[in-house]
Structures are given as structure tokens and as C-alpha cells.
């Protein structure tokens, strides 16, 4: 840690109020008190930490500050502040506060994902109207850069596809179910014992937190508003050792993906899609070899190709990280006396509904092991005009000694509603006694990624 | 490409001109003309194109622009734009037309790592002394998102450690040295014959490029000022098709790598070591499976941990992308009023000697096969304080018929002259024919990268 300190003692500090002091807060506090000298000389202006606020005044925190410096009065402290730091996450009190700040004049940071994805535009507006910052980069994919270049190091492209791991917990528990044979039961439960899954492990188990992410994704990269609601959401909880299995007799492995890509409605429109569910990627593919609670993320560009972003998705010193890089960056606009680039929404894309977004299945079914069954099962297809890629057909001895077969299946890229259709009408068959395992397969297409 | 072009009809356009019109520049004025509209949305104000500089008119291009862009008046276009980007290359003109054009005003971007790496500081004290953005994010590593990451996403944190491969030519050819066993010579023809090496590829495979490169990241990493000539460079052209057998063997595969990390010199002062040169990586490290002409680089810090950056690193279309990133940064800057965040060399931490430098080296020594040499080989390492980590001992007959063996040594870390002092006293050893290959090794220490 040093500094010249040239110039900057004199310099008046910028206040900033911090509001929660969880497990990031105390690391962000932690930060703006012992690299003080640093953010001087990189902002040019001290930043002076001049509150916490918090629930309960007096529990024991690992965090050597002026006690005095804790508060439960929110609503006072972001009237004094020149950046507000909102880690409190949740809907309520986090957008009231940060709505009060902006209204003051403060500018924002924030890593609240569940409230943008929500709730957004109500915030965006709000800093445009206020001429103040509104920073984010923490809400997705933790300490890895990728809000800021998407939004600036892009913005003289156009992004064509965002395909990333963006939960940590759900990519843990798929990868211990990959590595070790392990059922999703046993999965989650070891995913607890670390820490990594919650106790009601719903946000993250059902797909929520990545479709929050995958919503402020797409609004930056499409310049589109798009909310948690427009975001198809499928999450694990259907994922069985038998489809892990099935993935791996395939070259490929189970990943939760947060997919935004570039469309069209059926009438040729531009529109974007956006959906949140498991789906096989071939082994060689870059994101399948993303272990344990790490995130990654690909952003496809016109000019730019294929670029890939990786590192840790969470945590209190990443999400920090994250967070500190926004409150240098806001900290400089009000040294300039401006703001950074806000929200560009002006392409305002439909978003299109997930039975018309484009993808591709693999499809295993327990069938009669007799002439003509493959050609009625293709037929299936075919009627619903889905393209079949490969077929496999395995002999397998049922319990009652009867000889069945399996068969699976990879299809072209059609219409989800095409698919789903094609599976519902595979059930009603005679020769096909059940349908033992459907997943979404992604990274093969020609679209590269 | 869609815009609602609200409001930003009457609003004046920004003048951008563009110096140079090879690969990069003809993507850049193609983007410019064809995505008019979107980049007019993004700003906030239309970019207009004023000028094309080039040394010869009339030249036939593949670019669908009015033919009275072109002018051969550098010296004159500059003082009429607000952006001028600078894609010629090299040291002069291009910086006098830089001075000019920030003298006159204008922000500038540039993709000049030559001469950003030579002689940076005089572009950075012009831009501050005139108040001016100097933006260069497609100077290192192409499209890849880096330099914005590094400069302000990280700017809350302390990097500690950059590792890259950020030259394409070098590692298409090692790659190919890896995959199919050519020879360096071979190698190099194969990627001259593919337009990745020049036609004197001296600045690829001797390392300038990398160099240069690494300069720039290392003065953005700890904000001190670090020149191509502070950088310790080894190229590839020593590179044998036994060395990268001997690297097979060990599980590991060679890369042309960019260091920077934070050290400490003898006294235990704050310093940083900056170099390239080729270096063993183990098959299980990120970079190892970076293929073909690709870039990626690895980004530690104390706070964000391990993060990673991959794509593209050259060619016209993505470094356009990166230049055009910059010039919608400069155009909102100038919208806004302001400027972004500049150079900051606040740390001036000294830059450490190649000798001072810690590294783990792995030494191939032709030997006798015969009792004690081993013992005798250990000595010399003792001697030197290097500590070794691993020996493997084969044997082998010689042409002569005579019984030798091969003794393949892996060292813990030790400075570089403690390491070369040994190699050089391990040759005059009579047991010791000939020390059959020296390779530093990189990414299996505790470090963690």
C-alpha cells in the first residue's frame, strides 16, 4: 500500500454511508479503512467512511472501526453521504433508501440483484432524473468484471449471445453430481454444510438468482429493459443422477446456463430471448470445465468475437472487490463533476416467449424393443417438423426379463413449443413406455458458443 | 440495429477523424458509417467521420465511404476533430499526430502498444495537461475486454499478479509445436503462410510485442510507470522441439508468457517484476488450453482472487471492437463535459532486476551414468541455495555405445541469478556433457496461477 499522497490532504473528502454490514459490508468497510491511502491517490479525494447502518447496534462484528460509526437510522444517514453503498439486499428498505439517496444527490452502489432485476427501471430513472450514478457491478458474477465491459468496452460493438455460469451454489452442486456420482439430494446437502446453499435454497436451487442476472445481462447487452418476469426460469431440482449420466454417455456435462441471446419472432422482427434452465454442453465447450462454485461467462460479439470472462461468483472479499471498483468509479465522476454512462434502454427489443426461442433437446425414451418403433418415433418428429441429429438405440433387459431398448435422441435446433409438443406426443405411443429424461443441449450449434 | 434516435437529431455531432487505414481502420470507419445509428444512440450525440488519413490516395479499399474522407494532411485533420484515432503503428508519425491532436483539443485512441510501451509518459502528461481522455484499450490483448477491467473495475483492489499470453503469432506456433511435434522453423513458416507472422517476425517471436504488451499492464496494474526497456524479454526462438518434448513428458506445456507481479527487492521493499519469456505451464492451469492465435490472461488480486479474460487478441474486426469501445467512451466524456480517469503512477514502485526475480527453473543435464554424479549435480544446487523439488534419472545409450543418462531437475523457487549461476557452474562439471535444456516453470506454485 502507498501513495505520494500529493494533493490530496487538501482535497475535501467524499462521504461514503454504507448500508448493511454483512459479510460484504464488513469486507467494504474493512477496504475503505485500511487502504485509505490507496483510494486517495486513485480517486484523488479521500473517501471517508461516515456510517453503517444496520439492524442492531452492538453485536460483535470482526471489524476494527469507530463504533460510533454504527447507525440504525438509514433514513438519516444517506441524506449525508456523497455515495451510498446499499448491501443490504431484498426489495424493502433497500429500494426506499437508495431512492432517498439518489433524491439527495448521492450517487449508488449497489449488488442487489433480486431488487434490479425486479425492479430496475423504478431506479435507473431515478438516477437520470437526480444526474447521479447508479453502479452495479457486484449484482452479477461477483468480483468478475463484466457489467462494466459489457456496458463500455462493447458498447462500439453489438453483442450477440451471453451464455454464462452465473450461480455459484447450483454449479457446485452439478459438478459434484458430475464428479462423484452423487444424487441432487446429497448434493444440496453437502452444498449446505459448506455454505455454499442456503437452508431455504430456493433463490439459487430453482434458477431465481441466475434469472435475476440473466435479466440485468440482457438489459445491458440488448440495451432492452428486460425483468425477472420475461426470463424463462427452469432450475435443477429435475436434474437426476440419471441424466448426469446420460450427459456424460454423450461427451457432454449438466450446466445451469443463464442464456440472452439475439433473435427474431416468427414474423422476422428483431427480439431478444432470455432463459435461465439446464442444458448439456459438449465436454470440449469452455464453461464445462467451470468447477466447483466458480463462475464464467461468454459474450459473443459481432466484432469481437468470443470472449470469455472467469473468476469466483461470490464471497464478502470478491463481492467487495466488485463493489469498491463502483465506488472509485462514482467517486471519480464527482471528482469531474459528472456521472458515467447510465442505462441505454433505446432499442427497447420484444422479448420473445420461450415456445418460440430456438433450441435444441436430447431426448431419452424407454421403448418397445421391436421392428417399427424407431420409424413411429420419427415419425413423432417429423410431424412436428424437428429435425433429428443422431439417434442411439441400446437393447436392455427389463426387470421382467422382457427385452426393451432405449433410445436416444438429439435434435436440430427447433422451436421450444415444436419440442415440447414432440415430447408430449412421444408419450402417448404404445411403443414408448416412458420418457425417461429430456434436457436442453446448448455449445454444439453453428452459432459457435 | 435500432434506435429511437429521440433527440439526438439536433444534437451536434462529434467529429472523429482517423488516422490510418489498414486491417483495423477500415473496420473501424466501416462500423462508424454502417452502425451510425447505434452509436448515435449510445453517445448521445451522432459521431461524425471528418477525415481518413493515409499515405497514398487513390489506393483501392474495401470500404464504401465518400472518397473526400481521404487525405494524405494528417497534421491538418487532427486539429479539426474531437476523437482522433490513431491506428498507423510505430513511433512517428503517430505521436507527434497524438501531441497535435490532444494540443488541439481532441481525445484520443489509440491501439499503438509500440509506442504507448517507448514512450507513454509523454502521451499521458499531455492528455492530463490538456485535459484530454487518452484511451488504449485494443493495445493489449484485441478485443479483450483488459485494460477498463484492470483500470477501473479493479480499482478498489489490490492486483498482485498478471499472467498472459498476449501475443497470437507466438502461441499459434508453439501450439503447433505441441500439437504436431514441428519444428520452430516449420512452425514459423506455417504461420507466415496464414498471415499471422510477418514477413520479419522479429517483434512476435523475439518478444518485443509481448514485452510491449506487458509494459502497459504492468504500469496499470500497480500504477507505476513501467517501459518496454524495464521489461526482462525472452522470445520463443530458442524454443527446441526437444524442449517441448521434455515439457510433454512432465505434464506440462510451453507457453510465451506476460509476468507482472507485485515482489520485494533484497531489503524487503515493495517492488514489481515485469518480463517475458516462454515457461512451462502445467496441463491443468487455465492457460494451458488457450489454442491457435487466441489471448487470455489471468488477473489476481486480493480481493477478486483468480480472474480470467480470453479471446481474440488481433485481427481487424476485434481490435476494432476494442477501439470503438474507447471512442464511445471518449464521446460520452465529451458529451458529459469531462474526462475519464487518467494514468495514475502514484506507487513508483522500483521494478526489480531479472536476477533479483523469484522463479522455479526446470534443467536438463546429459550426464554419466555412474555413482556419485547425482550427488555431485545436488551439490552445485546446495552451493547456490536453489532447492530442489523433483529428479528424475534415466538411462540411456549413447551413439558410442557407452551407458549415460539423463537427469531432468525441478526447482523450488530461488532468483533468477542464484538459477542461471547454477546452470552455469553445473556445465563445468566433468560428469555433466551438456546441459540439454533450461525452461523456467510457472503456474504450479504456491502463488496459486
Same mark, same amino acid.
Given at each position: 500500500?502507498?501513495?505520494?499522497?500529493?494533493?490530496?490532504?487538501?482535497?475535501?473528502?467524499?462521504?461514503?454511508?454504507?448500508?448493511?454490514?454483512?459479510?460484504?459490508?464488513?469486507?467494504?468497510?474493512?477496504?475503505?479503512?485500511?487502504?485509505?491511502?490507496?483510494?486517495?491517490?486513485?480517486?484523488? #479525494?479521500?473517501?471517508?467512511?461516515?456510517?453503517?447502518?444496520?439492524?442492531?447496534?452492538?453485536?460483535?462484528?470482526?471489524?476494527?472501526?469507530?463504533?460510533?460509526?454504527? *447507525?440504525?437510522?438509514?433514513?438519516?444517514?444517506?441524506?449525508?453521504?456523497?455515495?451510498?453503498?446499499? %448491501?443490504?439486499?431484498?426489495?424493502?428498505?433497500?429500494?426506499?433508501?437508495?431512492?432517498?439517496?439518489?433524491?439527495?444527490?448521492?450517487?449508488?452502489?449497489? !449488488?442487489?440483484?433480486?431488487?434490479?432485476?425486479?425492479?430496475?427501471? *423504478?431506479?435507473?430513472?431515478?438516477?437520470?432524473?437526480?444526474?447521479?450514478?447508479?453502479?452495479?457491478?457486484? @449484482?452479477?458474477?461477483?468480483?468478475?468484471?463484466?457489467?462494466?465491459?459489457?456496458?463500455?468496452?462493447?458498447?462500439?460493438?453489438?453483442?450477440?449471445?451471453?451464455?454464462? =455460469?452465473?450461480?455459484?451454489?447450483?454449479?457446485?452442486?452439478l459438478d459434484k453430481m458430475d464428479s462423484t456420482?452423487?444424487?441432487?439430494?446429497?448434493?444440496?446437502?453437502?452444498?449446505?454444510?459448506?455454505?455454499?446453499?442456503?437452508?431455504?435454497?430456493?433463490?439459487?436451487? $430453482?434458477?431465481? $438468482?441466475?434469472?435475476?442476472?440473466?435479466? =440485468?445481462?440482457? @438489459?445491458? !447487452?440488448?440495451?432492452?429493459?428486460?425483468?425477472?418476469?420475461?426470463?424463462?426460469?427452469?432450475?435443477?431440482?429435475? %436434474?437426476?443422477?440419471?441424466?448426469v449420466?446420460?450427459a456424460q454417455?454423450?461427451?457432454?456435462v449438466i450446466?445451469?446456463?443463464?442464456?440472452?441471446?439475439? @433473435?427474431?419472432?416468427?414474423?422476422?422482427?428483431?427480439?431478444?430471448?432470455?432463459?435461465?434452465?439446464?442444458?448439456?454442453?459438449?465436454?470440449?465447450?469452455?464453461?464445462?470445465? /467451470?468447477?466447483?462454485?466458480?463462475?464464467? /461467462?461468454?459474450?459473443?460479439?459481432?466484432?469481437?468475437?468470443?470472449?470469455?470472462?472467469?473468476?469466483?461468483?461470490?464471497?464478502?472479499?470478491? *463481492?467487495?472487490?466488485?463493489?469498491?471498483? &463502483?465506488?472509485?468509479?462514482?467517486?471519480?465522476? +464527482?471528482?469531474?463533476?459528472? +456521472?458515467?454512462?447510465?442505462?441505454?434502454?433505446?432499442?427497447?427489443?420484444?422479448?420473445?416467449?420461450?415456445?418460440?426461442?430456438?433450441?435444441?433437446?436430447?431426448?431419452?425414451?424407454?421403448?418397445?424393443? +421391436?421392428?417399427?418403433?424407431? !420409424?413411429?418415433?420419427?415419425?413423432?418428429?417429423?410431424?412436428?417438423? %424437428?429435425?433429428?441429429?443422431?439417434?442411439?438405440?441400446?437393447?436392455?433387459?427389463?426387470?421382467?426379463?422382457?427385452?426393451?431398448?432405449?433410445?436416444?435422441?438429439?435434435?436440430?435446433?427447433?422451436? $421450444?413449443? #415444436?419440442?415440447?409438443?414432440?415430447?408430449?406426443?412421444?408419450?402417448?405411443? $404404445?411403443?414408448? &413406455?416412458?420418457?425417461?429424461?429430456?434436457? +436442453?443441449?446448448?455449445?454444439?450449434?453453428?452459432?459457435?458458443?
Open positions: 500500500m502507498t501513495t505520494n499522497g500529493e494533493g490530496t490532504t487538501a482535497v475535501k473528502p467524499l462521504k461514503v454511508a454504507l448500508l448493511g454490514c454483512g459479510v460484504v459490508g464488513t469486507e467494504v468497510a474493512r477496504a475503505l479503512t485500511t487502504n485509505a491511502a490507496d483510494f486517495a491517490a486513485r480517486v484523488g #479525494a479521500p473517501l471517508e467512511l461516515i456510517g453503517i447502518a444496520v439492524r442492531r447496534l452492538g453485536r460483535e462484528r470482526d471489524l476494527d472501526v469507530d463504533p460510533a460509526l454504527f *447507525t440504525t437510522d438509514a433514513e438519516d444517514l444517506v441524506t449525508r453521504a456523497d455515495i451510498v453503498v446499499e %448491501v443490504i439486499g431484498g426489495i424493502e428498505p433497500a429500494r426506499s433508501l437508495m431512492l432517498r439517496a439518489m433524491e439527495h444527490g448521492a450517487g449508488v452502489v449497489t !449488488a442487489n440483484k433480486a431488487l434490479l432485476a425486479a425492479d430496475g427501471p *423504478t431506479l435507473y430513472e431515478a438516477a437520470a432524473r437526480h444526474g447521479v450514478d447508479l453502479y452495479y457491478e457486484a @449484482s452479477v458474477a461477483g468480483a468478475i468484471p463484466l457489467l462494466r465491459p459489457i456496458r463500455e468496452s462493447l458498447a462500439g460493438d453489438q453483442i450477440e449471445r451471453v451464455l454464462g =455460469i452465473v450461480n455459484g451454489t447450483t454449479n457446485y452442486m456420482g452423487q444424487s441432487f439430494a446429497d448434493a444440496l446437502e453437502q452444498a449446505q454444510a459448506l455454505g455454499y446453499a442456503e437452508a431455504d435454497p430456493t433463490a439459487d436451487v $430453482d434458477g431465481f $438468482d441466475a434469472a435475476a442476472k440473466a435479466a =440485468i445481462l440482457a @438489459s445491458l !447487452a440488448f440495451h432492452t429493459r428486460v425483468s425477472l418476469d420475461d426470463v424463462h426460469r427452469e432450475g435443477i431440482s429435475e %436434474v437426476s443422477s440419471a441424466d449420466l446420460a454417455q454423450q461427451g457432454c450446466k445451469l446456463l443463464s442464456i440472452c441471446e439475439r @433473435s427474431r419472432t416468427a414474423d422476422g422482427a428483431e427480439a431478444v430471448s432470455v432463459r435461465v434452465h439446464p442444458a448439456m454442453l459438449p465436454l470440449d465447450h469452455q464453461l464445462a470445465s /467451470v468447477r466447483e462454485a466458480f463462475n464464467a /461467462v461468454f459474450v459473443e460479439a459481432t466484432g469481437a468475437g468470443q470472449l470469455m470472462f472467469y473468476g469466483p461468483g461470490a464471497g464478502g472479499q470478491p *463481492t467487495a472487490s466488485a463493489v469498491l471498483g &463502483d465506488v472509485v468509479a462514482v467517486a471519480r465522476h +464527482r471528482r469531474a463533476g459528472g +456521472r458515467g454512462p447510465g442505462e441505454y434502454a433505446y432499442a427497447e427489443l420484444p422479448v420473445l416467449p420461450m415456445a418460440d426461442t430456438v433450441t435444441r433437446y436430447h431426448v431419452r425414451l424407454d421403448v418397445a424393443d +421391436r421392428p417399427g418403433v424407431l !420409424a413411429q418415433v420419427a415419425g413423432v418428429f417429423a410431424a412436428h417438423d %424437428v429435425s433429428i441429429e443422431t439417434v442411439q438405440q441400446r437393447q436392455v433387459t427389463g426387470d421382467d426379463g422382457v427385452d426393451r431398448a432405449v433410445l436416444v435422441v438429439t435434435t436440430h435446433a427447433a422451436t $421450444d413449443a #415444436a419440442l415440447s409438443t414432440t415430447v408430449e406426443e412421444l408419450q402417448k405411443l $404404445d411403443s414408448v &413406455d416412458s420418457v425417461a429424461g429430456v434436457m +436442453r443441449v446448448e455449445g454444439t450449434d453453428s452459432r459457435g458458443a
